[in-house]
T-cell receptor, first 115, second 114 residues
Framework: AQKVTQAQTEISVVEKEDVTLDCVYETRDTTYYLFWYKQPPSGELVFLIRRNSFDEQNEISGRYSWNFQKSTSSFNFTITASQVVDSAVYFCALDGSGNTGKLIFGQGTTLQVKP | DVKVTQSSRYLVKRTGEKVFLECVQDMDHENMFWYRQDPGLGLRLIYFSYDVKMKEKGDIPEGYSVSREKKERFSLILESASTNQTSMYLC?????????????FGAGTRLSVL
């Protein structure tokens, strides 16, 4: 069975703090993709990153960085120097080779950044 | 720019009513999806479609049906709305049928069934 777990339901930080959102996945596929989406209060999920199972390089995009570790089945997301605009619900998702485009989502982590 | 449009942001319906949620995408995507989002449960797939007039059940299809008469439009139908269908409904689309395609989402419809 395939599964995505985001154990942190809610996180609250003060602006400029660094914060890491955890994502642990389960799959027996050797080929799969992992995603992160952001859902601001407006409601629309916004795509942040896609990573395939053969690429374990960490990625940095501005204040955002992602750490993919196959050994621990984790794909964690770090926001450096958080800002109030980062307040949102963040979802991790998995697309296994048998899913042909269907995504399995984690429960989501609500991040609140206080000024 | 990628655009997925859901016809209503908020809907209030009565128990037993037939409800239509409409979704239109302008990217010529083959795949379209309907999810419902509930606190603590993430997004759960209701139905999806890989092509016009094709549909497949997702994880929670009970109480729902769908229609895809045109490539750009995917409708979710609640035949007889019930209070446990009060939720946020999200539509998405993606290109192709291979693994790893990015899904693009609409802004969602918050449905309340009274």
């Amino acid at each position: 069975a395939q599964k995505v777990t985001q154990a942190q339901t809610e996180i609250s930080v003060v602006e400029k703090e660094d914060v890491t959102l955890d994502c642990v996945y389960e799959t027996r596929d050797t080929t799969y993709y992992l995603f992160w989406y952001k859902q601001p209060p407006s409601g629309e999920l916004v795509f942040l990153i896609r990573r395939n199972s053969f690429d374990e390089q960490n990625e940095i995009s501005g204040r955002y960085s992602w750490n993919f570790q196959k050994s621990t089945s984790s794909f964690n997301f770090t926001i450096t120097a958080s800002q109030v605009v980062d307040s949102a619900v963040y979802f991790c998702a998995l697309d296994g080779s048998g899913n042909t485009g269907k995504l399995i989502f984690g429960q989501g982590t609500t991040l609140q950044v206080k000024p | 720019d990628v655009k997925v449009t859901q016809s209503s942001r908020y809907l209030v319906k009565r128990t037993g009513e037939k409800v239509f949620l409409e979704c239109v995408q302008d990217m010529d995507h083959e795949n379209m999806f309907w999810y419902r989002q509930d606190p603590g449960l993430g997004l759960r797939l209701i139905y999806f479609s890989y092509d016009v007039k094709m549909k497949e059940k997702g994880d929670i299809p009970e109480g729902y049906s769908v229609s895809r008469e045109k490539k750009e439009r995917f409708s979710l139908i609640l035949e007889s709305a019930s209070t446990n269908q009060t939720s946020m409904y999200l539509c998405a689309s993606s290109f192709g049928t291979t693994t790893g395609n990015i899904q693009y989402f609409g802004a969602g419809t918050r449905l309340s069934v009274l």
